[in-house]
């Protein structure tokens, strides 16, 4: 019969190494900053931290979409509309070239009006990176012409397929995600400049302060939201620049999520003003404003991070929402919402449908806030377990 190794420790028990051990373990958390300590738990929760990964290099690609994209987003290839996504390949004929493509030939169906493109395999297009492309004007500001990865010299790069006027769909993903990605930011800094102001002034001063503020964010609770965003859409001009309306867009949908982190802030306020701390201030002789800025909001700052990053996918689908109906944001500007509302019939669902594809970054944009809210939250917790 096999003996069973003996795997613990035969060293002989020395408890004053395991009290220096467990108080250098309670040092590291003694001496540590809260922000370090906010930091460690959020690296615990995977999910979350899958999910800033994500959302990282997507903000960060906002600042050099038109160097990301391979095309620019309104060019119009007539020889390939409607194609469907390009495959990307690495060997020819059992020989590696590297990324390449090969030339789609396009032919119509007169009876069905359906376009059927086939692959020229006689010649591989290998795929440039780095290199001098399209030209462009990046933030509108500084021309240039430098991308990071480019078409092949005489050939095409559609992976994502083209839409009916041939352009790039990959490309217009990338652009359009400029648009998508920061008018969430935009609209919850507005939102929450107004949510903690007029929640902050109703419970802090409570009475008649109180009674109007929650009157007016009952008011505007009580209309139906997406009404309301339509008249409001609507009634912006059409002559305005595609900048002043994606601002009047912004602004709209800030304007009208404010009132629910009122209530939140103005009943979180109304239990902590009570306590022995914010009277030790006002004893003090603090002001108002810095009691409830550096007294009351941080005790609930965990319920603030999961508002925000709950109300950013919700402005998000807000304006997706409304490009797709035509009442958002309109071309020439892009935005993922934009791009949908070319598949509002069941001829594009039928035939082409990588004209959805813009629903696939919207739903991991939307997922990727709800996991990292909740690890925020769990870490700015100050009752969470180290």
């Not at 990865?149 to 992976?159: D, E, H, K, S, W």
């Not at 008011?219 to 609507?234: D, G, H, K, Q, V």
């Not at 005790?299 to 035509?326: K, R, W």
């Amino acid at each position: 019969m096999t003996a069973i190794p003996h795997v613990v420790s035969t060293e002989p028990f020395d408890p004053e190494r395991t009290m220096a051990e467990g108080s250098s373990y309670s040092q590291k958390y003694q001496n540590a900053s809260q922000r370090q300590l906010i930091w460690w738990r959020f690296r615990r929760h995977r999910i979350a931290f899958l999910a800033m990964l994500v959302l990282i290099p997507a903000y960060l690609s906002v600042f050099v979409s038109e160097i990301v994209a391979p095309y620019n987003f309104a060019t119009r290839h007539t020889s390939h509309i409607f194609m469907p996504p390009q495959g990307l390949h690495l060997f020819h004929e059992g020989r590696f070239v590297g990324p390449f493509t090969y030339d789609m030939k396009g032919t119509l169906d007169l009876d069905t009006l359906q376009r059927d493109y086939a692959a020229d395999r006689s010649t591989p297009r290998p795929i440039r990176f780095l290199c001098q492309g399209e030209p462009y004007r990046l933030w509108g500001v500084v021309e240039s012409s430098f991308h990071l990865v480019c078409p092949p010299a005489n050939g095409t790069m559609f992976l994502l397929g083209t839409d009916r006027l041939g352009r790039d769909m990959l490309s217009r993903l990338v652009l359009g995600a400029r648009i998508s990605l920061t008018v969430g930011l935009v609209g919850v800094a507005i939102s929450f400049a107004l949510g903690l102001f007029f929640g902050g002034l109703a419970g802090y001063f409570g009475g008649k302060t109180d009674y109007w503020v929650q009157r007016v964010t009952e008011t505007l609770r009580s209309i139906p939201e997406l009404p309301l965003w339509l008249a409001l859409s609507a009634s912006l001009p059409v002559t305005w620049s595609p900048i002043v309306v994606y601002f009047g867009i912004t602004i709209i949908l800030a304007l009208l999520d404010w009132p629910g982190l009122a209530r939140a802030v103005r009943s979180k306020l109304l239990s902590l003003r009570e306590e022995d701390f914010t009277a030790a201030a006002v004893v003090m002789g603090a002001r108002p404003s810095r009691i409830i800025a550096k007294h009351l909001l941080p005790n609930f700052m965990s319920h603030l991070i999961a508002s925000a990053s709950l109300s950013i996918p919700s402005m998000i689908l807000a304006e997706t929402a409304l490009s797709f109906l035509g009442l958002g944001l309109r071309p020439p500007i892009t935005s993922w919402g934009v791009m949908l509302s070319e598949a509002q019939n069941i001829e594009a669902v039928a035939l082409y449908p990588w004209l959805l594809l813009p629903m696939v970054p919207v739903m991991m944009t939307v997922l990727a806030f709800s996991f990292l809210g909740d690890g925020l939250r769990d870490a700015v917790d100050p009752h969470a377990s180290h």
